[in-house]
């Protein structure tokens, strides 16, 4: 079945260190993004890929990297300079960055920084 | 700021009522999608209306968008048990760098009790 991957489910780290997450999808999308979840304030974009070897910052990008090496991977670290890394962070892919279709969401991961 | 916002906050209804979720937007659109979340889970793709359609049907779900108002509402109707779920509009604005961008709304949780 295609899908998308999100791996780790839950991901505990101490301040400082740097935490990559994992993101795979096999439904040979061309553009990936990344969205951070928090309590009551909906999906925000960090980061989003429309093609490999290319990615734009969305709307919260700072602490935030991502590399797009493979069109199947779309990683996400989360750097110490992020100053509130705690959240639920949801992978999405999507058919073609032009057209007009539907996202297709992993089951996230949920990162806890102490 | 949010381009998507969603009214009620959170909706608790009784098996077999109808539940009516609005979502309003501050931008033209080129489209506008609902989503659906389960508890901890990623969002799952319920119906996208293009901003040149004025509703649209799905099963039990009936979405419909005015322009002129900024507005979408989601109807669910006769609805069960395992409704209960956040939902969310998202909503993408034309050209430039907005292609492939989604902008969520902070969602509607809605509660439906056996």
């Known amino acids: 079945d295609g899908g998308i991957t999100q791996s780790p489910k839950y991901l505990f780290r101490k301040e400082g260190q740097n935490v990559t997450l994992s993101c795979e999808q096999n439904?040979?999308?061309?553009?990936m993004y990344w969205y951070r979840q928090d309590p009551g304030q909906g999906l925000r974009l960090i980061y989003y890929?429309?093609?490999?070897?290319?990615?734009q910052k969305g709307d919260i990008a700072e602490g935030y990297s991502v590399s797009r090496e493979k069109k199947e991977s779309f990683p996400l670290t989360v750097t110490s300079a992020q100053k509130n890394p705690t959240a639920f962070y949801l992978c999405?892919?999507?058919?073609?960055?032009?057209?007009?279709?539907?996202?297709?969401f992993g089951n996230g991961t949920r990162l806890t920084v102490t | 700021s949010q381009q998507g916002e969603e009214d009620p906050q959170a909706l608790s209804i009784q098996e077999g009522e109808n539940a009516t979720m609005n979502c309003s937007y501050k931008t033209s659109i080129n489209n506008l999608q609902w989503y659906r979340q389960n508890s901890g889970r990623g969002l799952v793709h319920l119906i996208l209306i293009r901003s040149n359609e004025r509703e649209k049907h799905s099963g039990r779900l009936r979405v419909t968008l005015d322009t002129s108002k900024k507005s979408s509402s989601l109807l669910i109707t006769a609805s069960r048990a395992a409704d209960t779920a956040s939902y969310f509009c998202a909503s993408r604005g034309f050209g430039g760098t907005s292609y492939g961008k989604l902008t969520f709304g902070q969602g509607t949780i809605l509660t439906v009790h056996p």
């Open positions: 439904l040979n999308h061309d553009a």
């Open positions: 890929s429309q093609i490999v070897n290319d990615f």
């Open positions: 999405a892919s999507k058919e073609g960055w032009r057209r007009v279709s539907p996202l297709h």
